[in-house]
């Protein structure tokens, strides 16, 4: 079943994301990230940070939950969908102690040899509204019954 383009431009509600010391330091350490900034409050102060910051691609954390939202919506599976493009924009670090909202917006959506492409668009901000990152992904959705091949 192919995704109605019509779907294009829909917004999902917010999504709330608390940032810890703790999750910063695993994420840290599931990729190898040997920053002391993600990990020493003293060595982020010393470079001007309020808290340890997190890893670059930590906001894709916060983003999976506006996937979720979609996937849902959409009637599709994880089994089905193949992450082909991803880019982050960071307005700042993210760091411990943010309450992050991540609003997520399916951009586009357009058919290439019998499957999907969508673009999301993911626009994480504090709780006080200030933005910290825009998460923008494209996605290839494969038909329904193709995810077992």
């Given at each position: ?12 509600p917010?999504?709330a994301?608390e940032?810890?010391?703790e999750?910063?330091?695993e994420?840290a350490?599931?990729i ?9 409050l ?13 890893p670059p691609t930590?906001?894709?954390?916060p ?9 849902t919506?959409?009637?599709v ?9 991803q880019?982050?924009?960071h307005?700042r670090?993210?760091?411990?102690g943010?309450?992050?909202m ?10 290439a040899?019998g ?7 993911c626009?994480?901000?504090a709780?006080s509204?200030e933005p910290v990152?825009?998460a ?10 193709a995810?077992?091949d």
């Amino acid at each position: 079943m192919a995704i109605d383009a019509s779907v294009a431009g829909r917004v999902y509600p917010p999504q709330a994301y608390e940032v810890s010391r703790e999750k910063i330091g695993e994420f840290a350490d599931a990729i190898g990230e040997s920053s002391p900034l993600s990990r020493d409050l003293a060595a982020a102060a010393e470079h001007g940070f309020l808290d340890v910051i997190a890893p670059p691609t930590f906001a894709m954390l916060p983003v999976l939950r506006g996937f979720d939202q979609l996937v849902t919506d959409l009637g599709v599976t994880y089994a089905q969908l193949i992450h082909v493009n991803q880019r982050f924009v960071h307005v700042r670090p993210i760091r411990a102690g943010d309450q992050l909202m991540t609003t997520t917006t399916l951009d586009t959506v357009r058919s290439a040899a019998g499957n999907d492409l969508i673009t999301i668009r993911c626009e994480i901000a504090a709780e006080s509204g200030e933005p910290v990152c825009t998460a923008t992904s494209t996605l290839l959705v494969r038909p329904s019954g193709a995810a077992d091949d």
